[in-house]
């Protein structure tokens, strides 16, 4: 590896822990590479090195670090540079396959408000709000908020709704921009969490009037079209 295709010490590590945090979205840009991948596999001579210069990265490692402490992970402004990050090392974003799974949970028809364009924070704020109210008018605002803390996830990221006995949900990210597979497998988690709680509850679940309460959240009859 030539010098300029050297990484400082702090920019290995620091792609490093992007490429793991994000290991479930990447796949190789060129078909001739399979398998693993990590930053040891990349700086391989092998491989036949970085795409872009080690000054480069290096600078773009900085910007990232910059953008992480002024907007949320899923901002546009922190994934166009995670982006030029990911080009530069020879890796692409792996095409979608989280959103079509979360589209039809229980049948839940969580769906994107622009036709065409993938699940926002908009849009989960408007799903998860749905699901709430349904607890809401069952199980009452108390048990309702206790509930959605005992079932979140542990994933930092869960922490961006916020919520409160006289609040609906709300998204402290950027609310059009587009949410990470990642995430919306969290999200799905813990939605799934919720509804299970309440079914410890309400002992007729399956039926009854607490039955409306199954149908609507395994319907999707709740959300519009």
């Known amino acids: 590896m030539g010098p300029a295709q050297r990484l400082s010490p702090m920019t290995a590590y620091y792609l490093r822990k992007l490429i ?13 590479y399979q398998g693993e991948i990590s930053l040891d596999v990349i700086l391989r001579p092998s491989y036949g090195g970085l795409a872009v210069a080690g000054a480069v990265l290096d600078q773009l490692v900085m910007l990232h670090q910059s953008l992480t402490k002024t907007y949320p992970a899923d901002s546009p402004q922190v994934q166009d540079v995670e982006t030029q990050i990911f080009e530069g090392l020879g890796l692409k974003i792996a095409p979608s396959t989280a959103s079509d799974e979360g589209a039809s949970i229980w049948g839940i028809d969580l769906h994107p408000t622009a036709h065409g364009s993938k699940i926002t924070g908009r849009d989960l704020v408007h799903h998860f709000n749905a699901v709430r109210e349904k607890g809401d008018h069952f199980l009452g605002p108390v048990i309702t908020c206790r509930y959605l803390l005992e079932t979140r996830p542990s994933d930092p990221w869960c922490h961006t709704f916020k919520f409160s006995e ?3 949900i709300s998204f402290g990210g950027t609310a059009l921009a587009v949410i990470k597979d990642q995430h919306l497998l969290v999200y799905l988690q813990w939605v799934r969490n919720f509804a299970e709680k309440c079914s410890l509850v309400l002992t007729d679940f399956e039926g009854g009037a607490t039955g409306q309460v199954h149908e609507a959240l395994f319907s999707g009859t709740f959300l519009e079209k």
């Open 166 to 168: 006289k609040e609906p």
């Open 20 to 32: 793991e945090t994000n290991i479930n979205q990447l796949a190789w840009k060129s078909p001739e």
